[in-house]
């Protein structure tokens, strides 16, 4: 479903990722783990579609995603739908003047019906419980609120695939368990998970592969039995 080849990305002229080389099969969770500047979040950039392969490719579905594909505006916006992220820090998802506007978004992107809309935004908000939130300006929420009302607000559009760049960071033990048992359903529904994590824990848990980064951001790819 996804396939990274000898992928290379640099700051500045600054390797950040260096022949980055793996497959993602559908359905299946991939830890991303190494030291802080080691490059997942980056990747995660570059799985997202928001920067691109400086050398080699990425391919989703079979289709190279580079800055020209995603100027066609018809495949851009197919392509967002079927891949959700999860930032790293929420203050840079968030942008609506409400929780369940931020919910909305997505689903209203897609142009679904009002009453789809509603329910989605409904279930999620209470799946999340952040129900009592949902009038609440986003940055007047705790970190741990933004948070959950950042994965609801994906949990909305129902993607094929999710990308979450430290998804417990920010979180309580009581959040955390929450969101790991979040994770383990979403990936028995069939869902294609790809997170980074400082967790081995977490990774060894839910993950079927592991991508490690290193410091010199090589990469190696290792599968858990
Ligand atoms: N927009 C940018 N411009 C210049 N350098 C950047 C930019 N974004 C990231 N970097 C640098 O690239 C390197 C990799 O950053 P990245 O955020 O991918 O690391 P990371 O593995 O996610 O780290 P962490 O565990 O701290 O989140 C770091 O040295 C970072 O400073
Ligand atoms: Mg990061």
Not at 71 to 87: L, N, P, S
Not at 121 to 129: I, K, N, Q, R, S
Not at 133 to 159: D, F, V, W
């Amino acid at each position: 479903m996804i396939r990274f080849e000898d992928v290379c990305y640099a700051y500045d002229g600054r390797p950040v990722l260096r022949h980055a080389d793996f497959t993602i099969a559908q359905g299946e969770a991939t830890a991303l783990s190494g030291p802080n500047g080691a490059g997942k979040s980056t990747l995660l950039r570059i799985l997202n579609g928001l920067i691109f392969p400086e050398v080699g490719h990425y391919r989703f579905r079979g289709v190279e995603i580079t800055a020209a594909k995603m100027r066609e505006h018809r495949y851009a916006k197919a392509f967002h739908q079927q891949i959700g992220f999860v930032w790293q820090n929420p203050d840079i998802q968030l942008f609506c003047g409400s929780v369940a506007e931020e919910l909305a978004f997505g689903p209203e992107q897609m142009g679904l019906p009002a009453d789809e809309i509603k329910r989605r935004v409904e279930d999620a908000l209470e799946f999340a419980g952040i129900a009592h939130l949902r009038e609440r300006a986003p940055y007047t929420l705790s970190g741990g609120e933004k948070k959950k009302t950042a994965i609801a607000s994906i949990l909305t559009m129902n993607p094929a695939v999710w990308t979450l760049d430290e998804p417990l960071s920010a979180l309580d033990e009581k959040s955390q368990q929450w969101l790991i048992e979040f994770l383990l359903a979403l990936k028995k529904s069939g869902k294609t998970l790809i997170f980074s994590t400082h967790d081995g824990n977490l990774a060894r848990h839910l993950a079927d592969q592991e991508i490690r980064l290193d410091a010199t951001h090589s990469c190696a790819v290792s599968r858990y039995a």
